[in-house]
């Protein structure tokens, strides 16, 4: 609907049409400026003006049809055909409805408000709403004489949630009676004892078409605002006075009224410290709405909250404005509440459309135009678009995508291993300039590598950093080596393989180099000018068979071992475990004993079984490491019972089978502290082992002799 409304004031039409006199025109705006309010209603309460006349005029102003609502006796049926806290928070009451043209007759008190149009055809279930104006005394005594706000409204109409205009309870109504006391439309009233210094603030506010009331001291300020209400009160902070009582007379009288505390003009438009508080109470509160809408819903944590949470820290780590943040976060925290509005099946995964019905929804409730228009932009192709200039709905967008799509197949509350960091960090860098912003991308992989990503513990050898020109070739190694506990990575550049080097020093390195045998000098070569210590740090070179016959040399640059390609992967991952035990082994052996000395033996003078027999009555806690020709065991006990076993390829309870038949080899037992325990694999007390481990060895005994 276009707008209609007259150029002409309400006062110029009055005196136009002889209902007033310029005397009570200038009474009434002496009573306006005191008092604040709305000219037309000042006539009437004056006596000056009976309603039909005011009515008369403000649909001329309006071009549009009225109504005298007087002492009208609505029927209670028509009151409910508008959901109440909508009636109350937009000022409206339904008064006529003709079921044979589907017309519902809504009386208010400006009928060219679009968002209200809107808004009322929303929630009045399929009927077709007709606005009439109203006088704004009259509407107000016909909401609180019919308590609107106590009635519900009937089953299928939809209560849905507000615009900004708020809610007023039933209560704040009982206590009001008339509309004399509701708070008038844009009316502020300004404590300032510096009126140089604020007439530009004053001005902007006369600009915009504010009602403003100034005082220059608090106390006086009280005396103005008596039962009256402001939409805003702005408070210098050198004004005379108890400034305290005032705000909290002002907070009595009308909660809703914004009270803003300065030191000076541009403060106002700078400040940021009570923006962020409230926007860290925004961020909680949306948080806490996200949680009770999957509560409700039998779910766990709400995806909405994570997305949520995730993006805000996200615009943080980007450096957005506060207020761009505020947007784009509050965007992140509805993005699919479609799914608790409209109902979603279980089978239903598809993001895009849940965020795709979720704005139509907030566009049906009138929402923040760019909050919807940020949601609208989330999934789009980018095709390398946006390299000059960003929108912020383009921005915001693509934040909740690349956030959305993490946290829908991440679990962010486990964090995650170098190798599989890699595959994920690849994967977004493949889609950036096409799904996600380069800019986002960067910010995003930094800020979840803070949170996510862990180091290989230093007890396990299993780290493998690895290199090929074509990384496709290294797949099949991969497979193979994954398969035994190792976690390989593959960085797609050589600065990659310094970058990862450097942070997360790995416990094997493989280079495949199946080219000509000077590719394989040039490349370690570089390595060790870039500071890869080969020499600390065990490096395996593939090969092909033609050039490993050539790269001998290397052996000398600390080459760990050089294995052709044609070998197969076998040969490679049987020496890269037997280096895991060596190494293990070697560690362990090096770590200091806590409050003993090491004690050594043979096992052909005293086997396992006799030697754990003797120490789990002792209550030690020790180390024991046993070797037998190329096996190897490492025990850890804590107060004499096995917490932890692993060698000969198993771990637990089964290394310990598999080592108690040896019948020459060495032991090494070594007091250590319980902080320096590993995690423990065992949980079978030693006797229960030594049973086992006894029978296994008398049915293999009668299974050979057999």
Request: with cysteine.
């Amino acid at each position: 609907m276009s707008e209609k409304i007259t150029t002409l004031r309400i006062d110029e039409i009055l005196l136009f049409d002889g209902l007033v006199t310029e005397e009570h025109i200038k009474t009434a705006l002496e009573y306006q400026r005191e008092h604040g309010g709305r000219i037309g209603s000042h006539l009437v309460r004056l006596g000056y003006l009976n309603e039909a006349g005011l009515i008369q005029a403000l649909a001329k102003q309006f071009d549009c049809e009225s109504v005298v609502l007087g002492d009208a006796d609505i029927p209670r049926k028509i009151i409910k055909l508008i959901p109440s806290n909508v009636a109350v928070a937009r000022r409206v009451i339904p008064f006529d409805y003709d079921s044979k043209t589907n017309i519902l007759k809504v009386a208010c008190d400006n009928p060219n408000n679009e968002d209200l149009i809107n808004e009322l055809n929303f929630v009045a279930a399929g009927k077709e709403v007709r606005l009439f104006i109203a006088a704004e005394r009259s509407l107000g005594a016909a909401v609180a004489k019919h308590d609107v706000a106590g009635i519900k409204a009937p089953s299928g109409s939809s209560e849905a949630p507000l615009s900004n205009t708020g809610e007023m309870t039933a209560s704040s109504l009982e206590d009001s009676g008339t509309i004399d006391e509701l708070p008038p439309r844009g009316s502020i009233l300004l404590v300032t004892d510096e009126r140089d210094a604020d007439r530009p603030l004053a001005q902007a506010l006369d600009q915009e078409n504010f009602e403003l009331v100034l005082t220059d001291s608090a106390d006086d300020a009280i005396d103005i605002i008596g039962n009256k209400m402001f939409h805003t009160v702005f408070i210098r902070d050198t004004v005379q006075g108890d400034y305290i009582d005032l705000i909290d007379r002002l907070r009595k009288v009308s909660p809703r009224t914004n009270v803003r505390y300065y030191e000076s003009t541009a403060q106002l438009l700078l400040d940021q410290e009570s923006y962020t508080s409230l926007d860290d109470m925004v961020g909680k509160n949306m948080q806490l709405f996200t949680t009770l809408l999957s509560s409700c819903a039998g779910q766990g944590e709400s995806h909405a909250g994570i997305v949520g949470r995730y993006v805000d820290r996200l615009c943080k780590q980007i450096g957005l404005p506060d207020r761009d943040r505020m947007i784009i976060t509050n965007a992140a925290y509805l993005h699919d509440v479609s799914r608790f509005y409209y109902g979603e099946s279980d089978d239903n995964t598809d993001c895009r459309s849940r965020i795709s019905l979720t704005a139509k929804l907030l566009d049906s409730l009138n929402y923040s135009p760019l909050v919807i228009e940020i949601l609208r932009a989330t999934y789009i192709n980018l095709r390398q678009k946006y390299t000059k200039r960003l929108p912020i709905e383009k921005l915001g967008g693509n934040i909740i995508t690349i956030v959305d799509i993490f946290c829908e197949n991440v679990s962010v509350e486990k964090k995650m291993s170098l190798d599989r960091f890699e595959v994920v960090r690849n994967k977004l860098h493949s889609l950036s300039g096409k799904l996600f912003l380069p800019e986002v991308v960067a910010a995003f992989i930094e800020m979840i590598e803070k949170d996510i990503l862990i180091e290989p513990p230093s007890t396990k050898y299993n780290q493998a950093l690895a290199f090929c020109e074509d990384p496709d070739l290294l797949a099949p190694i991969f497979v193979k080596l994954k398969s035994e506990g190792f976690r390989p990575v593959a960085p797609d550049t050589l600065e990659r393989f310094f970058e990862l080097y450097e942070r997360s020093r790995p416990d094997v390195i493989i280079l495949l180099v199946p080219d000509r045998p000077s590719k394989a000098i040039t490349l370690v070569d570089d390595l060790v000018k870039r500071g890869v210590e080969i020499m600390k740090v065990p490096t395996f070179l593939l090969t092909n068979q033609e050039s490993a016959s050539e790269l001998t040399s290397m052996f000398e640059q600390g080459i760990e071992d050089i294995i052709t390609i044609e070998n197969g992967l076998d040969m490679l991952v049987a020496k890269m475990c037997k280096l895991r035990e060596r190494i293990e082994l070697k560690t362990k052996a090096k770590q200091p004993s806590a409050n003993g000395t090491v004690t050594t033996g043979n096992i052909a003078d005293m086997s396992l079984i006799d030697l754990l027999q003797a120490l789990g009555p002792s209550n030690k806690t020790a180390r024991i490491g046993a070797v037998s020709g190329e096996q190897q065991l490492n025990l850890f006990l804590k107060k004499g019972q096995i917490i932890y076993a692993e060698g000969c390829g198993k771990i637990g309870a089964e290394a310990v089978y598999e080592a108690l038949g040896w019948t020459e080899g060495t032991w090494v037992i070594q007091p250590i502290s319980e902080s320096d325990l590993p995690e423990p694999n065992n949980d079978h007390p030693n006797e229960s082992i030594l049973m086992e481990g006894c029978r296994l060895l008398d049915e293999k005994s009668r299974t050979e002799t057999a």
